[in-house]
Nanobody
């Protein structure tokens, strides 16, 4: 079992920045690719970003590319999502997840463990 706890969400003005943190416990996350997803009000959960086990390979949704940066510190069992140039459409609950597959999943069904989420609100 992997327990994931997200933090760092909050209210920010458009153009601002936030850094989300996902702290893991129970098992080392070095065995898992890790991802960030989000769910906006009235919408389906969507992929935001993912990082390979080593941290070398990263993946982003087109909507956040060049604005968000995913990283991980396996020694600290932690994953980060740096979000810059935030837009009102980034408003959502953001979830951290650990991949069940041997690759790097880009869809929620490929993820086994989930945190409870952290709310991000971007005002215009």
């Amino acid at each position: 079992q992997v327990q994931l706890v997200e933090s760092g969400g909050g209210l920010v003005q458009a153009g601002g920045s936030l850094r989300l943190t996902c702290a893991a416990s129970g098992r080392t996350i070095s065995n898992y690719a890790m991802g960030w997803f989000r769910r906006a009000p009235g919408k389906e959960r969507e992929f935001v970003s993912a990082v390979s086990r080593s941290g070398v390979r990263t993946y982003y949704a087109d909507s956040v590319k060049d604005r968000f940066t995913i990283s991980r510190d396996n020694a600290k069992n932690t994953v980060y999502l740096q979000m810059n140039s935030l837009k009102p459409e980034d408003t959502a609950v953001y979830y951290c997840a650990a991949d069940r597959t041997s690759g790097v999943g880009l869809g929620p069904l490929e993820y086994e463990y989930w945190g409870s989420g952290t709310q991000v609100v971007v005002s215009s």
